[in-house]
């Protein structure tokens, strides 16, 4: 605990944190006024408070994963927080760690990383033996910690520091050494001790079994709604398809519907970033990709198209469930660093213009599909210079030197005054403006997304209420000029109102409708007429091979111009039709994954499509020979 260091405890707790849970300028109570319906926290679990030079108050280091951190209350205080939040209608999702514990296994004879090609895992009769192909198995061949790759150490005094107990054995992790991020395998990412933090085998069954049954214990006890998976990119490819299921079984015998799981996999690519949801059982991620192309286009750096790519890559993460990938987004996080900072640091803009940059960002964040995160404190306009330490700022008068003079986007450094204290801060407003759309408009949250034009500074959108038939238009400016655009919408023949913004217009006999977005501004229209109705008309389809992944595309075009949904189906030799996946916008895709089937085999394709006056028609079937 020191209060005036960056990287040590400051004070602040769950009770803090609930406050009288009533007060709208306080506590939860102050969240759920700004318009949010669920808050992440910082994993609960008791950490070790200091390793090197820091303490832990990021929630990384856990050694206890039974009980709460003392240093953020008890666990009477921690169910009183949960409490306090489903009484305000908000839902609690856990930051949660499968990956690692906190660093006590000193590895013998360094910590560079150790491969199998140099030293291969080893049973207890000495013969060399492969992990991933027992992980979904019920058993694991018997190791011993002096033949594995770093020969574990533990100290005397740290031998039974962790719960559950089984944590403790030192062969129920990698110990191959430190992940080296300039020169790794994805082996090398997944074994590997991520910042010399302690690596579970997970690969085990029982280590995937234990970590599964002391994370059902948190649902069973304080009922929370769902986990933010820290690290999944580092477990091995199976690990999710046993843990998952044991979750989300674990949610239901609880009583807690709809529990969320989504995972933090550090990728900026869609493509690569899809397999994790296609493969590997994680029910969503994090969205990095669209935050990189968000970041990117309200700063001004680059164009929208990056934008309107991310929105057609969603077709990789679409599955036979149906439903449409909805992933957290995002413009900062306690990692990368503040919205504010990011912005800052790309456009290179201060002052009033980097205000603007900052809430046109925001309005991007809120008007596009997915579920927006904000970290806390953007609301209050915190900046910083960067991320980990420097995005941690204390919101209760803080005794950090930097922090009381840190610039602020939106209003001035805070001093020795409190943010609590702060009313009416621009970008706080925006959030409560923008969450009050969502709410009274649904289809800014559940809506299809249909790209009208990507170019330049230009971004305008499409988001069709399919039950309601009406149609929303919102346009983005990341330009210093006003601009005038022309886009083609679904809606001919209607005058559209302003729903954020000061626009208004009509559109013509063909749907065709002309506004001026000012500079660094957002328009949102909503168009007063219904889309006309028009029945189905049968689309064409063709598989090819992916041009940026190894997956076959099945790609429908649909006969008429108003079609909402494609739904797409395979037909083996010796099984019935089974979905592929649905989409509810251009490009309308689904895709084969070679491995799944058979070297060569035939496969039947179709596709149907709904309209919006429930109308379907379906596509001629299409063989297709799977190739690898």
Known sequence: FDPADSGWFHGGDYRGLTDDCATPTRGLARIK??????????????QKAVQGSSAAYHG?????????DPHLGTEQDFAAFVA???????????DVVVNH??????PTGGTTWVGPEEKPYRDCRGKVFQPARYALGRLFPCLKAATMPRPPYVFPGERALKKPAWLNDVRRYHNRGDVSFDSCSELCFEQGDFFGLDDLFTEQPSVAQGLAELHAAWIRKYKVDGFRVDTARHVNRDFFTLWV???????RAAGVRDFELFGEAFLTSAVDLAPFVRERGLPNVLDFPLQDALVGFASGQVGARGIAARLEDDDYFQGPSGIAHTPPTFLGNHDIGRAAALIRSRSGVSGAPWLRRVLLAHDVLYLLRGAPVVLYGDEVGLAGPGGDKAARQDLFPTQV?????????????????????????????RLKTLAALRDAHPALATGATVVRRAAAGILAVSR????????????????????????????????????????RGSSTAIGDLTLTVPPTSTVLLRAEAQIPPAKAVAPTVKVAADDLSELLAVTATPGGSRVVSVAFAVKRARSGWRRLAADDSFPYRAFLDPTSYRRNETVHLVAIARALDGSTAVSAVVPATVRR
């Not at 280091?61 to 009980?67: A, E, I």
């Open 33 to 46: 006024s700004l318009g949010f319906n669920a808050v992440w926290v910082t994993p609960p679990v008791k």
């Open 60 to 68: 990384y280091w856990g050694l206890d994963f039974t009980t709460v």
């Open 84 to 94: 306090c939040a489903h009484r305000l209608g908000l839902k609690v999702y856990l």
């Open 101 to 106: 514990t906190a660093d006590v296994i000193v």
């Open 245 to 251: 299921p044991r979750i989300r079984a674990a949610a």
């Open 401 to 429: 030197r930097e922090w009381q003079t840190e610039e602020r986007v939106g209003s001035g450094p805070i001093g020795t005054r409190s943010s609590f204290d702060v009313a009416a801060h621009p970008v706080g407003e």
């Open 464 to 503: 069709i209420d399919a039950a309601g038939r009406r149609e929303y238009l919102a346009a983005f400016n990341a330009g210093t000029s006003p601009a005038r655009i022309t886009v083609r919408t679904a809606t001919p023949r209607s005058a559209w109102r302003a729903v954020l913004g000061s626009a």
